[in-house]
């Protein structure tokens, strides 16, 4: 009973800061672990606690984003990016959400405060090379692609980035060309831990099958070790 009475008074010791840091650091392990559901109920918590608490939103929002409710990630990206105008990772989402919507005003707006304050984003350089394809400006998409392509030549958007470029000035079978030829590429950086099939472009829609599987050595998610999963991407490419 005596221990007892005392881990209640322990617990009962922590301050507010503290047992938000605790949900959102279990939050996070278990959104390492592959088990969203749950992490999403730790970030909660947290935010329960305290509503205004910038990395639990911002985790809920990429939760929410992978499930497809784009309503709801939108919703708190925003959320984060008012509390945190500097927050450059959720600034960068925003713009992607605008440039969906083709609202490329609001697009260019996020982009620059991003760009701000993380200047050395590989994805926020591809992004601004779309934005300016979509606005007819070449030139400016290529200076883009290209300060990108020399931050992360082998990054997955900035490869999309630059196959829109291919297709709009060189055609889609430079494009197709591109395709092969970067996914070579980065199937040699990641070596045994991606496997890529089916790349093909259908009129303007880039699509490939990955086989994603835990890097040798780390092993993965509870039950999951050493075990692969097939997942199919599309992307929309720019151009007439």
């Keep these: 009973m005596r221990f007892l009475t005392l881990v209640l008074f322990l617990t009962a010791c922590d301050s507010v800061e503290e047992r938000v840091e605790k949900h959102y650091e279990s939050g996070q392990k278990l959104l ?8 999403i109920l730790e970030f909660s918590n947290a935010l329960q606690l305290d509503a205004e608490h910038v990395p639990s939103l911002f985790a809920i929002a990429g939760i929410l984003e992978a499930r497809g409710d784009l309503k709801g990630a939108f919703a ?3 959320k984060v990016t008012e509390l945190d105008p500097k927050h450059a990772a959720a600034r ?24 701000k304050h993380a200047p050395d984003v590989a994805e926020a350089h591809a992004l601004a090379a779309v934005i300016a394809l979509r606005e ?12 990108a392509r020399g931050l992360a ?10 196959i829109a470029y291919l297709r709009k000035t060189a055609g889609p079978a430079q494009a197709l060309t ?26 303007n829609v880039l699509s490939f099958t990955m086989e994603v599987g835990p890097p040798e050595g780390r092993g993965g998610p509870p039950g999951r070790q050493g075990g692969t999963m097939a997942q199919t991407f599309r992307g929309t490419l720019e151009g007439d």
């Design 92 to 115: 960068l989402k925003m713009a992607r959400f605008y440039v969906l919507g083709n609202t490329l005003d609001k697009a260019k707006t996020e982009l620059e405060a991003a760009l």
């Design 136 to 147: 007819g400006d070449d030139t400016a998409a290529k200076a883009a692609l290209e300060k």
């Design 178 to 203: 591109r395709t092969d030829e970067g996914w070579t590429g980065t199937m040699s950086f990641m070596q045994r831990t991606l496997e890529l099939s089916d790349v093909k472009i259908e009129g």
């Design 153 to 162: 030549p082998m990054n997955a958007e900035v490869l999309l980035a630059e």
């Design 32 to 39: 390492a672990e592959g088990t969203p559901d749950k992490a």
């Design 76 to 78: 708190r990206y925003a």
